[in-house]
């Protein structure tokens, strides 16, 4: 008995000197198999911006179109860093990130990568007034990026070629902020691609751009390089439908395509205008935009008139919304001059033309139709409809057809029509105006939402959000 104590003593002491056997980690489920679509982001103005309005921005509406493509739910994750995503992905947090990311050798050794959703320059980029920065090797002071991104490769590159570059990688701001402190003065230098740049000086005038310091990046999807090829075959898919059917480049136009245009002057008198004329005139936006967007309807008024109820162009146009006699006859305005009247013409005009264009025109680009419209004339932008059609173009494509309608000023085009000659270059930038308004408007929108759920005040912009006083340029007015 003794002898059999023993030898169950020695089994539990050499059991006891032994590892216990660890729990096997269940394997992860392979990305697109949930339930729901799960997207990883980064805000931002062309990425993902979710407001009480809706959500929107280039990734934001790719990913849904992409959810619709599968049949499922769109889950949107936003994360604070490039790293968090990378993390995310790893974990199986997520199925893929669309955050408006580069592709790079680094990125494409650790992930698989999306064909191409559009391309950009990356820009050094400083502030206005400061000296221009035309040499890597001799900055003030060392550039800042976003930690893990792919400036911070860009950068690596170029080192052997600039030996005093300097640069440290920041991973508690994102770009946004970066581009925030560039236009404060906090910070000297740092690097953005086209795109951004551009979106961020509708609110942040002061950005500049100096050096290229690289050409046509793709901007990509990444996706976890095991168990993703079910995946990745129903993205390529999608890609290549929505490359064919046009959608793809009807994003970037939406996004991208109005941007590139800008005036520092008028950008500055625009957001002065917001904090002190707009506010005299925003109920009446607000009560007489109906299914419209008011601030879309307050764009409009600004690219008339710049809110001044006296404007008046050469051709007799008057008032906030710059209406011709036999309009605002039409309209029952008894007053061109009374803001209220004026503003309540204008939005029934509008509205009108809206009803009138044709159905193929998707509801999300019959703004800039009537806009178009509004400014040239119905007839007009008709002309250059049909003429589109005859160019082998999309006549119900805003991107298409405001590629036409400069061609209504050569008479080798003009002739074809039913209208005639018309001025269908003014009528572009007349309506990339507008949008561009238009987003300025929503980005301030979005910061005093931001600013009252923060400190639960009346979301007023300070003054240090607001430039200095500038010289308002004279209003842009086309007659009606």
């Not at 925030?180 to 005038?205: H, V």
């Amino acid at each position: 008995m003794k002898k059999l104590t023993a030898v169950f003593t020695a089994i539990l002491l050499l059991a006891g000197c032994q590892k216990l056997p660890m729990a096997e980690t269940p394997p992860q489920t392979p990305p697109g198999q949930f339930e729901t679509l799960r997207v990883g982001t980064l805000y931002g103005p062309q990425i993902y911006v979710a407001s009480p309005r809706g959500d929107s921005g280039f990734d934001y509406e790719l990913a849904s179109r992409f959810a619709d493509f599968i049949n499922k739910p769109l889950e949107m994750v936003p994360y604070g860093s490039i790293h968090e995503l990378y993390q995310a992905l790893d974990e199986g947090q997520i199925d893929l990130i669309a955050a408006g990311l580069g592709d790079t050798e680094t990125r494409r050794n650790q992930f698989r990568l999306s064909p191409p959703l559009y391309h950009v320059n990356q820009l050094l980029v400083y502030r206005e007034g400061s000296q221009i920065p035309a040499d890597l090797n001799n900055l003030a002071e060392p550039l800042q990026v976003v930690a893990d991104s792919s400036f911070v490769e860009t950068l690596e590159d170029l080192k052997p070629e600039y030996p005093s570059l300097q640069w440290q990688e920041v991973n508690d701001k994102d770009n946004e902020e970066l581009l925030s402190m560039i236009a404060s003065g906090e910070l000297q230098y740092t690097i953005a691609d086209s795109t951004s740049l551009e979106i961020n000086r509708r609110f942040l005038p002061e950005l500049r751009a100096s050096l290229v310091l690289k050409e046509q990046q793709p901007v990509v999807w990444l996706l976890p390089t095991s168990n993703s090829d079910s995946l990745m075959s129903e993205l390529l898919r999608f890609w290549h439908q929505e490359k064919r059917d046009g959608t793809l480049d009807h994003l970037v136009e939406k996004y991208f395509g109005h941007v590139k245009r800008f005036d520092y002057v008028d950008t500055r008198a625009f957001i002065r205008a917001v904090k002190f004329r707009l506010p005299h005139f925003e109920q009446w936006f607000k009560s007489y935009a109906g299914e419209l967007d008011w601030r879309k309807l307050a764009a409009t008024s600004y690219q008339e008139s710049h809110w001044n109820p006296r404007a008046r162009s050469p051709t007799g146009v008057r008032g906030m919304m710059m209406l011709t006699i036999p309009t605002a006859q039409q309209l029952g305005v008894d007053d061109r001059l009374d803001p209220q009247q004026s503003i309540r013409g204008g939005a029934e005009y509008l509205a009108t033309i809206l009803e009138t264009l044709p159905a193929s025109i998707p509801d999300e680009e019959r703004m800039w139709f009537a806009l178009a419209s509004y400014n040239v004339g119905f007839g007009h932008v008709e002309d250059a409809r049909i003429l589109a059609e005859k160019l082998g173009k999309n006549p119900s494509a805003w991107k298409d057809v405001k590629q036409v309608l400069p061609l209504l000023q050569k008479r080798k085009y003009y002739q074809q029509t039913k209208y005639g000659y018309a001025r269908g270059s003014e009528a572009v930038q007349y309506v990339d105006n507008i949008r561009r308004y238009y987003d300025t408007l929503v980005w301030l929108d979005n910061q005093q939402s931001q600013q009252a759920l923060a400190d639960n005040n009346s979301g007023e912009l300070n003054d240090n959000e607001i430039p200095a006083a500038v010289t308002e340029p004279d209003a842009a007015v086309q007659p009606r």
